[in-house]
């Protein structure tokens, strides 16, 4: 009994070798027999873009064309992109984006929290070396718009090589609008050398900064305005006295962050005949990229201020000229006699307030 059972032994582990052997026969066969593994298929378009604001989120839809599909979360001047809250649907947006656009310098610092480990990001802030606590409305920047443009182009075609050449034609058709925009600020600039301006906000800083303007708001006010808290007595009032001396040529308004400073700073400028240019952060619905809503800016502005007058002392001298040509014709009095030393000193009436 033992004997066989032995023999039974013997068997089962002969036959778990052969099973072994056979086993590893197969799978070398098999991975003999393997075809090769294919390379990874390109990405197909269109690129899912997410933007925190409308208005590089629109810059996004110009470069990127039919290849990208772009959502922008803040696309209304009705919302206060300072004070918003992302809602679960917009944070679900982004974490999904293949590329996020996004705004940075503290503007919109919650676009950037919930990106997907492998989400491109493009931040204006970045582009340009702007970090929290400098003025944020990047996109009133010639510079940050330019620099966008270029490195949203880069992103899409690192994304769709395919596509690159696409890309760069219409980053090149943007820069040719661009650039047409840029010529009108550089004429605006030299019609008017000396403008400058004060600001309840300042929202267009970047703008008028392109434009040639000096920016001559109250630093109390300018301060208390930068930290969305309410100004001090004394810097309001010496905000009013500058509007009420003229002192200014152009007060800028920003829409979208009113208050009672704002108002009243805005009646006094009514009062005292200083052109009000009215301006939102977000770009109005009725635009449909950031180049044609500047290209409007820019002409708004120019339709407020005309071409500078002819200075005070080109008016003297034009008024001296006059003068002397009269005592050069020997002008005569009704008893005949020479009244070329009467000639009377030049009014200034017409004049530009010298305080402007």
Known sequence: MQGATHRWNRIAAVLAACGLIASMGACGQNKQSAEPVEPPAEPAGPITVVA???????????????????????????VDAHDFEPQPADMAALQDAQVVVSNGAGYDAWATKSMGPQTASVSAAETVGASEGDNPHLWFSKDARNGMATELAD???????????????????????????EDSMDAFRQAHPDATYAATESVAYYLLSDLGFEDLTPEGYAQASANESEPAPADLQQFQELIESQGVDLLV??????????????????????????VSEQMPEEFDDPTDWIASLVETISGLLPADAPSDADDADEADSTADDAAGEGTGSADGQDTAGDTSAPSNEGQQDPGR
């Open 155 to 181: 992103a899409f075609s690192r994304i769709l090589p395919d596509k690159k050449d696409d890309f760069q034609k219409r980053l090149d058709q943007w820069q040719e609008r661009e650039q047409q925009l």
């Open 52 to 78: 925190s604001v409308n208005q590089w989120g629109s810059l996004a839809a110009q470069i990127g064309g039919d290849d990208v599909a772009v959502t922008s979360i803040v696309d209304t001047t009705a």
């Open 253 to 278: 308004n920003n829409v979208q962050q009113g208050g009672d400073a704002a108002n009243m700073i805005t009646g006094t400028a009514g009062r005292a005949n200083i052109p009000v240019f009215d």
